[in-house]
């Protein structure tokens, strides 16, 4: 079946970049939206952001000034990039399936821990 | 942002309890609401969406009712499966948000 995986570093020092890859196996990248959430330690879920195959984009407003969502479907893979980074950032990051024409999430990863220090 | 103010954040309950979860909108959002467990370690999974509708596989004891901008999650008979953290989430309006959610945990 399908299954979602996230990749990264777990540590990113303040004012840098966070990247992140989320590989998709068992089934195509085609046809679906894709999207990354967050869970800050001890807080609730936030929405980042999402796309589709085709690379188009929506981003959480709160976020929009710092995030990149970018698709690969030669390797069937997502991408995030946050930038600037402060440890309000510090999160556990979720990759997530949209159900075909929907906004639930109907297949998750297990998540990466993302620390922010110098 | 739509406000999604889930209650309790913690609940103890035995095995064979019926427990109840509230997840109340800020606003109106139809029935576009989602409700999924997670696992220590694991990823979250789907339990029902469009508030009542049960995700395939998902097991009978788990159901969802609401009424305007309250919505509820009842587990009618709580397995030892069932211990978890529940999440409801809207998708009537972008950016979808999410509860604080509910620790289940054991008497």
């Known amino acids: 079946q399908v299954q979602l995986q996230e990749s990264g570093p777990g540590l990113v020092k303040p004012s840098e970049t966070l990247s992140l890859t989320c590989s998709v196996s068992?089934?195509?990248?085609?046809?679906?939206?894709w999207s990354w959430i967050r869970q800050p330690p001890g807080k609730g879920m936030e929405w980042i952001g999402h796309i589709n195959y085709s690379g188009s984009t929506n981003y959480n407003p709160s976020l929009k000034s710092r995030v990149t969502i970018s698709v690969d479907t030669s390797k069937n893979q997502f991408s995030l990039r946050l930038s600037s980074v402060t440890a309000a950032d510090a999160a556990v990051y979720y990759c997530?399936?949209?159900?075909?024409?929907?906004?639930?999430?109907?297949?998750w990863g297990r998540g990466t821990l993302v620390t922010v220090s110098s | 942002d739509i406000q999604m103010t889930q209650s309790p954040s913690s609940l103890s309950a035995s095995v064979g309890d019926r427990v109840t979860i509230t997840c109340r909108a800020s606003?109106?959002?139809?029935?576009?609401l989602a409700w999924y467990h997670q696992k220590p370690g694991k990823a979250p999974k789907l339990l029902l969406y469009t508030a009542s509708r049960l995700e395939s596989g998902v097991p009978s004891r788990f159901s969802g009712s609401f009424s305007g901008t309250d919505f509820t999650l009842t587990i009618s008979s709580l397995q030892p499966e069932d211990f978890a953290t529940y999440y409801c989430?809207?998708?009537?309006?972008?950016?979808?948000?999410f509860g604080q959610g509910t620790k289940v945990e054991f008497k």
């Open positions: 989430q809207q998708y009537y309006r972008a950016p979808w948000t």
């Open positions: 068992g089934g195509s990248i085609s046809s679906y939206y």
């Open positions: 606003q109106g959002i139809s029935n576009s």
């Open positions: 997530a399936r949209y159900r075909l024409t929907t906004w639930f999430f109907d297949l």
